[in-house]
């Protein structure tokens, strides 16, 4: 196994450098931080060019026998430079991206977020989408980086288990329509009571920026606008949570 001790390792610095989003684009890869994360990357057979561990968890964890070759001993002095939490785990993997591509024809339930900008909500989403049975997630331009470590953190694994995608919105809506029935999210009123909203086994559902809400354009390609009644005095909903809530109410169909 290969050992690294100096913190001027040239290995090393080029690693810390995926930090930045910027770096991890021209790159193509990414890190996961975190025994959970490193274990359901493993299982999904994500391409691991380095998996950097200390001697505390060296023995812990049986299922990196199979990557031997991947395998760096870390001082967690020095690995705690790969992470931005406080406390590692003392593991960090390096991980290598995989483009998904739109399906040929749409069909399922589909996320869409529309310039969310919130790290821990788009996580969430995508981890509820996970849950709740959704056929996949697609992130549109000015939403939060799925790679950043915040949103990996948030994720849990959930991005191994469902397609996310990239792509512009306004136009993926016009293939999208052909098979699938589009919901907006809106507070206008015009926008149609969730609970009246009828019920989809294919649908794209696309919820907005934490302060704009979905883009105008995008709200006029829809077949419906709904909004989530407020009971109490609360003015509105954070996203991920009202995204939950539509999520679950279009996923109980099946039930």
């Given at each position: 196994?290969?050992?690294?001790?100096?913190?001027?390792?040239?290995?090393?610095?080029?690693?810390?450098?995926?930090?930045?989003?910027?770096?991890?684009?021209?790159?193509?890869?990414?890190?996961?931080?975190?025994?959970?994360?490193?274990?359901?990357?493993?299982?999904?057979?994500?391409?691991?060019?380095?998996?950097?561990?200390?001697?505390?968890?060296?023995?812990?964890?049986?299922?990196?026998?199979?990557?031997?070759?991947?395998?760096?001993?870390?001082?967690?002095?020095?690995?705690?430079?790969?992470?931005?939490?406080?406390?590692?785990?003392?593991?960090?993997?390096?991980?290598?991206?995989?483009?998904?591509?739109?399906?040929?024809?749409?069909?399922?339930?589909?996320?869409?977020?529309?310039?969310?900008?919130?790290?821990?909500?788009?996580?969430?989403?995508?981890?509820?989408?996970?849950?709740?049975?959704?056929?996949?997630?697609v992130l549109g331009k000015g939403s939060a980086d799925r790679y950043s470590p915040k949103v990996l953190r948030a994720l849990q694994g959930s991005q191994y288990h469902l397609p996310v995608l990239n792509g512009d919105l306004t136009e993926l809506l016009g293939k999208m329509a052909e098979t699938l029935l589009i919901f907006g999210?809106?507070?206008?009123?015009?926008?149609?009571?969730?609970?009246?909203?009828?019920?989809?086994?294919?649908?794209?559902?696309?919820?907005?920026?934490?302060?704009?809400?979905?883009?105008?354009?995008?709200?006029?390609?829809?077949?419906?606008?709904?909004?989530?009644?407020?009971?109490?005095?609360?003015?509105?909903?954070?996203?991920?949570?009202?995204?939950?809530?539509?999520?679950?109410?279009?996923?109980?169909?099946?039930?």
């Open positions: 196994m290969k050992e690294i001790t100096s913190s001027q390792n040239s290995l090393l610095k080029e690693c810390r450098k995926l930090l930045s989003r910027k770096y991890r684009l021209k790159n193509k890869q990414y890190l996961l931080e975190g025994k959970h994360l490193v274990a359901e990357a493993c299982q999904a057979e994500i391409t691991l060019p380095y998996i950097f561990i200390d001697d505390l968890q060296l023995a812990s964890l049986p299922w990196l026998k199979n990557y031997q070759q991947s395998l760096i001993l870390l001082p967690r002095g020095l690995l705690i430079g790969l992470t931005e939490v406080e406390s590692p785990q003392g593991i960090v993997a390096v991980a290598a991206m995989e483009e998904t591509l739109p399906p040929a024809r749409w069909s399922g339930r589909w996320l869409l977020l529309d310039r969310v900008q919130d790290p821990g909500n788009v996580g969430t989403m995508i981890r509820t989408a996970d849950a709740a049975g959704f056929a996949g997630v999210t809106n507070l206008d009123k015009q926008a149609l009571d969730i609970r009246q909203a009828p019920r989809a086994a294919d649908l794209a559902l696309i919820v907005g920026n934490e302060g704009q809400g979905v883009s105008k354009e995008l709200l006029e390609q829809t077949d419906h606008n709904l909004y989530i009644p407020i009971i109490g005095k609360a003015e509105s909903l954070n996203v991920g949570v009202a995204a939950g809530i539509l999520m679950y109410y279009f996923a109980l169909f099946d039930s």
